[in-house]
């Protein structure tokens, strides 16, 4: 069936280091990735999105890079602070059906000092 | 403006007991919608609004009906609480155009039924 799921649960980084959060996604009509911040204790925040007519997209400090061949995104982090420690879902929107949004089961981003 | 605000945040119930969870947001935003958050498993979508008037059911509707009398609320209400809806539900709202997944989360409100 259609999924949009997580490499890896739990992901530890030193601060500093660049971070890089996996996805892979299972729905060819799939064309619109976004990922979300979850600290704990509140709501989800959004990042960034991704259409798929593009492979790219940066913002600040962050990128997304969207391999629709083998189905597959990632969110990169650079210079990773502690305040990035969260849980991070990658989520899919198909075209016509905004607000409805299928997440992934996310994955801790854990920075160490 | 306040975003997108839940009441209550902690409730605990017994089983049958039925309650409502609100939700309003005072951005304008056309499109609302109720996920469920369980531990292992992301986000859930429930139900969406598309606009006053007109909801539709996600992927896990059972147990829960909702109503979209204005633009700015998004009651979901629990008509017979079963343990299985132990949960941390989330209200979201969106302006639907262009950024169609920038969804704005309230914070959330944790249930528990016994």
């Known amino acids: 069936g259609e999924s949009v799921g997580l490499h890896l649960p739990t992901l530890s980084v030193q601060e500093g280091d660049n971070s890089i959060i996996n996805c892979a996604y299972s729905n060819s009509a799939s064309d619109y990735f976004i990922w979300y911040k979850q600290e704990s204790g509140k709501g989800p925040q959004f990042i960034i999105d991704?259409?798929?007519?593009?492979d790219k997209r940066q913002g600040q400090r962050v990128t997304v890079l969207l391999n629709k061949t083998v189905k597959h995104l990632s969110l990169q982090i650079a210079a990773t602070q502690p305040g990035d420690s969260a849980v991070y879902f990658c989520a899919e929107n198909r075209r016509g059906t905004a607000s409805k949004l299928t997440f992934g089961t996310g994955t801790r981003l854990q920075v160490t000092l | 403006n306040a975003g997108v605000t839940q009441t209550p945040k902690f409730q605990v119930l017994k089983t049958g007991q039925s309650m409502t969870l609100q939700c309003a947001q005072d951005?304008?935003?056309?499109?609302m919608s109720w996920y469920r958050q369980d531990p292992g498993m992301g986000l859930r979508l429930i139900h969406y609004s598309v606009g006053a008037g007109i909801t539709d059911q996600g992927e896990v509707p059972n147990g829960y009906n909702v109503s979209r009398s204005t633009t700015e609320d998004f009651p979901l209400r629990l008509l017979s609480a079963a343990p299985s809806q132990t949960s941390v539900y989330f209200c979201a709202s969106t302006r639907g155009l262009g950024q169609a997944g920038e969804l704005f989360f309230g914070e959330g409100s944790r249930l528990t039924v016994l």
């Open positions: 991704i259409r798929s007519n593009m």
């Open positions: 951005m304008n935003h056309e499109y």
